[in-house]
């Protein structure tokens, strides 16, 4: 069992990244791997070389195929990000674009269809709200984003759902209440990984 995290808020001080260091600790002894895509200057945009790989399903840019030899590794992937406007930054949006592709992470063909590609593979979400969580009832924000994410992604690459734990208010908590919320949202996606290891 390996599991990567994959963070993307270029401030290092961030609730993201105080969220990062948690969800490694409360992991151990299992083995974690970190892909913070900021520091790691990871370029989000969709080339030609990526649009050619796409159709052809091979024939990736190096640095997709880093990408794929991590992923390949891990059996739990949990996505820890900030909401931006109601949706994923657009940094770990070009990572998804870019790295999730036919020929990898699905194949499609005219001919045969879609045929997922990513069995082997939990995913886990855990998304940072500024704001609480009636609104994201009210608005049914929460569930567009999980519609987006675990279906229009997870479900069409064929991996499993983990959990997903929303911390809401984030840049309204109080340090107490903060500190709770992180908790909980950690021993959620923890809880869900190691229950996996125990089988």
């Known amino acids: 069992m390996h599991t990567l995290l994959v963070a993307a808020n270029p401030d290092p001080r961030s609730l993201t990244h105080y969220v990062l260091g948690r969800l490694e600790a409360a992991l151990q002894p299992g083995s974690v791997e970190i892909a913070d895509l900021s520091e790691e200057r990871f370029d989000p945009r969709f080339t030609p070389a990526d649009r050619r790989a796409y159709h052809e399903g091979g024939n990736y840019p190096a640095d997709v195929m880093a990408e794929h030899r991590r992923l390949e590794r891990a059996t739990d992937l949990v996505l820890v990000f900030p909401v931006y406007w109601w949706s994923m930054p657009a940094l770990l949006k070009g990572w998804i674009d870019r790295v999730f592709v036919n020929g990898w992470a699905f194949e499609h063909s005219p001919a045969s269809g879609l045929r ?21 009832e009210r608005h049914g924000y929460e569930s567009a984003l999980r519609t987006q994410i675990e279906h229009g992604i997870v479900d069409y690459c064929g991996s499993r759902r983990g959990s997903t734990a929303f911390i809401y208010e984030s840049e309204q908590l109080s340090p107490e209440t ?14 869900a990984i190691h229950a996996r290891l125990a089988k």
């Open 116 to 136: 997922p590609k990513l069995q082997n593979l939990t995913t886990h979400l855990l998304p940072i709200a500024g704001d609480d969580s009636g609104a994201y």
């Open 178 to 191: 903060r500190v709770r919320s992180v908790d909980r949202a950690v021993r959620t996606i923890s809880e």
